[in-house]
């Protein structure tokens, strides 16, 4: 295994989610003397900064089914056999619904990834990928949770689809348990109607019932004005923060007492994942991949999308009881570092692309 080749739709900035697992891995990669190289669809300023660690090459795809899409991705196929690449890894939605069965004429092994639960899936796009199945070659989700949606929905054979857990890099796992503000409350996520941001303000008025300093910071863009509208309807306006975009979260994070995220839907979250690292009891929602990072009652708190009550129950009693959320927070940096490093997470993606070019 000496060439890999990866192929996305966009790739923005390491510092989002999917993308900084793809960055994390090609460095890795490079440090096992394995080359890559990335085709995008669409460029990004990022990409044409040249800070991508390996050379990139930007398709300029912007319709899905146009002749001039297919004449491009024959010429990366082409391209991709010229050079001698083993494989063609595919991240995202757009590209592994039409690359693999074009890459898979011209004889190259293909990997497609999953990282979320379907949201995105229609009708006629899953009549596609389930055509798909049979021109690639494996299909890395990042969750059990996912497997299991994808092995559902797109009629992959089960012994075809593995679970590579994401991986922290060490630089976001500090050494040190740092203060927090007391009694504050956070939530890291780009403010989307997936996200339930409002369940956490609604909460917050039943918690300051019981804890009446305490508050709430979202981390993340977005457009928060119906949200503050909600935060004064609940009369807790004083108590709620919207910090917007920030490029060093962690900064934010290592100030909660505890975390919290309330989503409907999550493959894998990242941010479960850096609460954890920073020794942060976490209250989130049993969905997705949320119940392998968070063991309830043991690192934190599971509860029903949508159920306020019992979210602000979890969030009083951690408040309250600082020694559990301590202990909490303890364990879930000690199931990071174990299960859920960088180095995990190539040696396992490795490990699949062996198993599928052998």
Known sequence: MNKIFFLMDHFKSPYAGTEGQLYAL???????????????????????????????????????????TLIRLVKLALYCRRNQFELVHIYFNDASVIAPAILRFFGL????????????????VLKILRFNAKFHQGCICNSQAVKRVTIEHENIPEQQVYVVYNGLPQNKIPETHSSYNENQI????????IKRFADLIRALKI????????????????????????????????????AGAQEHVTDYIKKFQVAVLCSESEGLSNAIMEYMAHRKPVVCSNVGGNPELVESDCNGFLYRVGDIDALAGYLIQLLQDKQQAEEFGQKGYEKIINQFTIDNMVMETLNVYQQVTS
């Open 26 to 68: 090609v460095n890795g990669l490079q440090k096992k003397n394995i080359h890559t190289e990335l085709a995008v669809f669409r460029s990004s300023d990022y990409t044409e900064s040249g800070q991508f660690p390996c050379k990139v090459m930007n398709l300029n795809i912007s319709k899905m089914f146009h002749i001039m």
């Open 186 to 193: 956070g939530l890291v996520a780009n403010i989307r109607p």
């Open 207 to 242: 918690v300051r019932q019981k804890v009446s300093d305490a508050s709430v910071v979202f981390v993340g863009s977005g457009d928060a004005e119906a949200l503050e509208l909600l935060a004064a309807q609940c009369g807790v306006q004083d108590a709620v923060h919207f």
């Open 109 to 124: 092994k293909v990997i497609i990834s999953r990282r979320d639960m379907g949201f995105w899936y229609t009708k006629n």
